[in-house]
């Protein structure tokens, strides 16, 4: 079974531009979660999507926005750029999501570079 | 805020035992301990889990102690390719959603 895709792989950006990022999850799985590590921060939660809602959100602000597709596929987007943006933004999927014995496996991350 | 205490780095030699601590000790009942690791710039990769028996698989073995308080992860015989930042997860209940919160991990180099 493949496993979790993310693209593209790396992206390059200036200040002020908005940037999509992609996640496919695992076959079967249907929630989605998206992180967010930094030097700095470390590994952080932005937000959970199952059955295309998003269920839980960590603490970013509104530029951070996601959605997720019938498919379970799921997009994050960061509008108005600013230099603390760069990270690697990493996705994760499990088979239903909320259950504490849920594991979550993660994708290969999209290296975003802020300019 | 992570609930766990990990030291920030360890050595081991390789075909040794990599005995990795984690202290928990406002664990909750019904909360789990996770492992995962992070080789360099790649995603985190899921090791093991578990909630108060040992568990074992191909990867690895999970040692919880009777209070719950702390766990060993213990990777029986390290090679090179186990360098990497592991990270010990209680995983809180929060309403069914379920995010992981991740600590600063420990460092684990192993040196041949």
């Known amino acids: 079974k493949a496993g979790v895709t993310q693209t593209p792989r790396y992206l390059i950006k200036t200040r002020g531009q908005q940037v999509t990022l992609s996640c496919s999850p695992i076959?079967?799985?249907?929630?989605v979660s998206w992180y967010q590590q930094t030097p700095g921060q470390g590994l952080q939660f932005l937000f959970e999507?199952?059955?295309?809602?998003?269920?839980n959100k960590g603490n970013f602000p509104g530029r951070f926005s996601g959605r997720q597709f019938s498919n379970s596929r799921s997009e994050m987007n960061v509008s108005t750029l600013e230099l603390g943006d760069s990270a690697l933004y990493l996705c994760?999927?499990?088979?239903?999501?909320?259950?504490?014995?849920?594991?979550?496996?993660f994708g290969p991350g999209t290296r975003l570079t802020v300019l | 805020d992570a609930k766990t205490t990990q030291p920030p780095s360890m050595d081991c030699a390789e075909g040794r035992a990599a005995n990795l601590p984690c202290n928990h000790s406002?664990?909750?009942?019904?909360?789990?301990v996770y492992w995962y690791r992070q080789i360099h710039s790649q995603g985190p990769q899921y090791i093991i889990h578990g909630l108060k028996n040992n568990e074992t698989n191909e990867m690895a073995s999970l040692i919880i102690t009777e209070d719950r308080k702390s766990s060993t992860l213990i990777l029986p015989h390290a090679t090179l390719r186990d360098t990497a930042v592991y990270y010990c997860i209680v995983r809180v209940e929060v309403g069914g959603n379920t995010p992981l919160v991740f600590g600063k991990g420990t460092r684990l180099s192993v040196i041949a």
């Open positions: 406002t664990i909750s009942g019904n909360e789990y």
């Open positions: 999507y199952f059955s295309e809602t998003q269920r």
């Open positions: 994760a999927s499990s088979s239903s999501g909320g259950q504490i014995t849920d594991t979550q496996y």
């Open positions: 076959s079967g799985h249907r929630s």
